[in-house]
């Protein structure tokens, strides 16, 4: 980009209005320049003819959507997965059976499914419009040389407007003229602290969250006032280069998402070859053509657990309950189960690893440094001192609290209103014992130009200067070091080594403040650089935004589960990687934007291997940084709290937002909101995320395997020539109610020991591996012959009648399944070690489903509909002698693998 001050020549457009060939560098050209440019004037803003044209050139100040999808195209998505379509035939054989209750209850089942995931879509679609609630709706504007309040949509490149304190700057705009003007930027940029603005052009190449001559669309001005030209509006802004990037992002399928997939396709696979198989097998033994390939489809769609759709959806929303106990809230049904496959957490500093509290630990005085207890705003802690440095603290700290206009309040937790810094230092002015009543005489505010304040106390007529500020700034200024008898002057030597005290903290990633004082000679000048001369220094502050106590621990166990932990901050490199080693993380190196700009992908994949923080970033290279992972196989979360984050929010496997910090924005582009901005809570989440996993593997193999029971029952029997053994309504009232519920109670079984001890698997691993096929077709082959054996035993062997032996073997294949689903409750562990009674859920939905069989059994009227008779005492005896050796098979081959 070419610089405004050495612009490349304009070309004009129709309107009269200048046209940079390239976009320039605004900040870093001086005024006149930009105003030239823009073809505006500096006093009288444009006038109201020209703010029409250019508006019929620009467009509305207002940020559009782009490449959102419609309504019906998200529902229609819905609909796009092999399992739906699976079921969606199911559906269709069933009514052409005349199986009409089956085909409706299936149809129930898919359109719940596409309901629920058009809910978590279309939320997810409307991100456009958290981002327009975050700009200004009217914006005080000169134009045609008079100051008026109009719409924020009306702006056009070239205005002029006026923003104070309270305001939300309404488009991109280059500063002409501030007093003590400061801007909360973090939204956009991520850095913490309010930035003072300057007119004054800043070098070319300086990073946004530096280009202090600029403010942005949707900021907010937290102090001061100020003039600006429009240099940018709506899709032209910053926020705009976001929204677009936002909206354009690409969401890929979840891990589970594509594991489901592969098992549709594959459950599709041998659905088509059971059908082929009983067709050919009935030609070949000469039964009628067209009954066995209606024989053959019926099988088919028992191949298909109807349920399993239904059983994922609502085992994920009973996991909502489970997230919230972990300070989560999800947008997305299938977020914690992806946060459990999670390989890398990407996380913002301020408010996540840390408590967004700054907090003052240390303070230098002459004697020594002194050290604080406590963490925040909460005034509880202590100073340790000893009896030289007592005095001399309580000095320093009472000029902290003089050069102040923050507080500290206790209603709903301690917090402080006002600069952040300025809370710290009232905090431990509080620890130290120290009150102070100010009344201020006179005050020289801060700006980034002076880079400090002083705050003039008048004390039995005697005028005492507190100043306080940057330590670079006042030790030149200061002649003494200490206040009263104990001052002593401050020769070079002694200016070198306060120089080492605050260099050593800034290494420490500390922010500092030095404090200073002086007696005001009667006859001294009232201006700054009269009074703020001469000034005894009175110590260092060492300020820090502290690690929340949790986290250390947190990194411990996400690094024991296998998890890397990739620190991504729009702040300070020093204070960045501080942090980062403070909970734990290696953060050998800390690579700031402009850096990574000058990286290839090479040497970005080296960066991140070597556990680099990454500070000073922008969305594009948050982006960067996620997508690049995300191609090296790593399943992402990411964290985020600003406009800034939103893209590579959505673009991550799953988008973590803060709940109290964040903004609307990073909460629409997110799939998962910490209500606690806690990174503690993401750790947590995760292994609630893999207990959802585990427990959707179990019932998956546990449907599985009661549906090859049941295919293995009914081909075996058309293969023996005999009458049908199940009844296609059995089947389905199996496959929806009995072992559908029983199912879903596995998906709320308590996690297993050792969850956070194992490593993130595999997320292109199948959902079934060779254990878990073994697994499927042991279990099935007993519940399907036992079945078997039932039936002909009553059939045959009691001729006892067909229906008596239809409904011996459907009760029987109900018990079968019910007894081996124990086996399910734990992959690996047996009963003795999972705890018979830990899932009442499951015990409840076992008794539930039974007295359900019971009643088909017995009720009268539900005796024709399923097709049952009556059993007696002994035909119960004869179906659990049958299914109980089940369960103890499986509890013995787990007793036997067990180390």
Known sequence: MSS????????RAATGFATPSAEPEWYSAPIASVVAALDSDATGGLSSEEAQRRRDRFGPNELEAT???????????????????????????????????????????LILNAVLGFVQEWRAERA????????????????????????????????????????????????????????????????????????????????????????????????????????????????????ELTQTVGRDPTPLHRQLAVLGRRLGI??????????????????????????????????????????????????????????????????AETLGSATVVCTDKTGTLTQNEMTVRKVWVPSGVVEATGIGYDPSGTFATTEATAAELAMALET???????????????????????????????????????????EFSFNSRRKRMTVLERSNGIRIAHVKGAPNVLLPLCSTLGWGDGATPLDDAGRDAVAAVYDGFAGQGYRTLALARRAVPPDCNSTAEAIETD???????????????????????????????????????????????RVGLAAATAVTGDQLNEMDDAELRAALGGGAVFARTTPEHKLRIVELLQHDGAVVAMTGDGVNDAPALKKADIGIAMGIQGTDVARGAADMILTDDNFASIIGAVAEGRRQYDNIQKFIRYLLSSNAGEVIAVLTNILLQAPLILLPVQILWMNLVTDGITALALGVEPSEDGIMRRPPRDPEGSILNRESMSQIVGFGLYVGLGSLFLFHLYRSGFDSG??????????????????????????????????????????????????????VVYVPFLQPAFGTVPLTVVDWAWIFAVATPIFLVGETAKRRSRP
Not at 4 to 11: D, H, N, R
Not at 296 to 324: D, F, H, N, Q
Not at 556 to 576: E, F, L, M, Q
């Open 128 to 243: 456009i419009e958290a981002l327009q609630g975050m700009l200004a709706h009217e914006a005080t504007v000169v134009r045609d040389g008079r100051e008026r309040v109009m719409p924020a949509s009306y702006l056009v490149p070239g205005d002029l407007v006026v923003v104070s304190v309270g305001d939300r700057v309404p488009a991109d705009c280059r500063m002409l003229h501030v007093v003590d003007l400061s801007v909360d930027e973090s939204s956009l940029t991520g850095e913490s602290e309010s930035v003072l603005k300057v007119a004054e052009a800043v070098a070319p190449g300086t990073v946004l969250a530096e280009q202090q001559s600029m403010v942005w669309m949707g900021t907010s001005v937290t102090n001061g006032r100020g003039s600006a030209v429009v240099t940018a509006t709506g899709m032209q802004t910053e926020f705009g280069r976001i929204a």
């Open 67 to 109: 490449g959102g999808a419609r309504w019906y195209q998200v529902l229609g998505r819905q609909f796009v997965d092999v399992l739906i379509a699976i079921l969606a035939v199911a559906a269709t054989v069933s009514l052409v059976l005349g199986e009409v209750v089956d085909a409706v209850t299936i149809v129930i089942i």
């Open 400 to 442: 902290g609290a003089w050069c102040n206009h923050a507080r500290i309040e206790e209603e709903h937790g301690w917090h402080c209103i006002g600069e952040p810094t300025e809370g710290a230092l009232i905090t431990a002015a509080t620890k130290a014992g120290v009150e102070v009543a100010t009344n201020p005489a006179g």
């Open 270 to 335: 041998v659905a088509v070859v059971v059908s082929a198989l009983v067709a050919a097998a009935g030609a070949l033994l000469g039964e009628d053509i067209e009954e066995m390939f209606f024989t053959g489809v019926s099988l088919a769609v028992a191949v298909v657990p109807e349920g399993l759709p239904a059983v994922v959806t609502i085992t994920l929303a009973l996991g909502i309950r489970r997230m919230v106990e972990r300070k989560a809230l999800l947008r997305r049904l299938q977020a």
């Open 535 to 581: 000034l005894s220094l009175l110590g260092i502050a060492a300020i820090l935004d502290p690690p929340r106590t949790e986290v250390p621990e947190a990194v411990s166990s996400a690094h024991g589960a296998g998890i890397k932990v990739v620190v991504i901050t729009g702040d300070a490199a020093a204070t960045a990687q501080a942090i980062a080693q």
């Open 802 to 855: 067909l229906e008596k032996a239809q409904t011996m073997a459907f009760t029987g294949m109900v018990a079968l399944e019910h007894m081996n689903v124990f086996n399910f409750r734990s992959l690996r562990a047996p009963m003795s070690k999972v705890g018979f009674f830990t899932n009442p859920w499951l015990l409840g939905a076992w008794v539930t489903t039974m007295l359900l069989q019971v009643a």
């Open 4 to 11: 405004v001050g050495t612009m490349e020549p304009m070309e």
